[in-house]
C-alpha cells in the first residue's frame, strides 16, 4: 500500500487494505457512533467494501481514518450531488480519535487522500462537512457551496469541493 507524507507532528498516514477495516471502523465507531450518537446502521454502510481507506495508527493503535470513494461506487450513493463523471474523489468518514485531536493528523488524513486521489488520475475532491468543522476544510483548501442539509444523522452538513 502507499504511504502519504504526514504533516509536521502528526502520524504517518497509510492507505490501507479491507484487512485492515476494523481498525477504521474501531476508529469511525469511538467517534461517529460512540460521541456523535451516529447509528452504528448508518455509520458502517456496504460502501466500506468498494472505498480507498487510510489509516494512522499511534503506538496504542489506529487513532484516525478516512474513506474515499470514486467512479461507479462514487456516482451511485453520490448522485444526488452531482457526482456523475469519473475524475471525483468522494471524501468521508474522516474521523480522529480524541487523543491525538489538535496534532494536524486531520489535515493529514485530508493531504493523504488528495495525494492518493492524484495518484489515481482523479481531478476533484467533493465531501460533505458536518457544519461545525466547514472552516477546518475551508483551511485546506475547500469551498462551500449550497444549503445546509441533514444526511440523515440529524448533523446539519454542507457540501464542498476543491479542484486538485
Known amino acids: 500500500m502507499s504511504q502519504a507524507a504526514p504533516a509536521p507532528g502528526a502520524l504517518p498516514v497509510r492507505v490501507v487494505g479491507l484487512d485492515e477495516l476494523p481498525g477504521c471502523h474501531a476508529v469511525r465507531r469511538a467517534v ?15 460502501y466500506d467494501a468498494g472505498a480507498v481507506h487510510l489509516l494512522a495508527t499511534g503506538p496504542a493503535g489506529p487513532v484516525g481514518t478516512v474513506r474515499f470513494l470514486y467512479g461507479a ?21 474522516l474521523a480522529v480519535g480524541r487523543a491525538a485531536r489538535g496534532t494536524g ?14 495518484r489515481l488520475g482523479l481531478r476533484r475532491v467533493y465531501l460533505e462537512a458536518q457544519v461545525p468543522v466547514l472552516g ?3 483551511r485546506l483548501g475547500y469551498t462551500a457551496h449550497g444549503p445546509e442539509f441533514d444526511e ?6 454542507r457540501a464542498m469541493t476543491k479542484t486538485l
Open 152 to 157: 440523515g444523522s440529524g448533523i446539519l452538513h
Open 32 to 46: 461517529f457512533v460512540a460521541e456523535q450518537g451516529v447509528p452504528e446502521a448508518e455509520e458502517i454502510d456496504g
Open 105 to 118: 493528523l486531520g489535515a493529514a488524513l485530508v493531504r493523504a487522500v488528495e495525494a492518493e486521489a492524484r
Open 73 to 93: 461506487p462514487a456516482r451511485r450513493k453520490y448522485a444526488h450531488a452531482g457526482v456523475d463523471d469519473d475524475t471525483t474523489a468522494v471524501l468521508g468518514r
Open 136 to 138: 477546518f476544510y475551508e
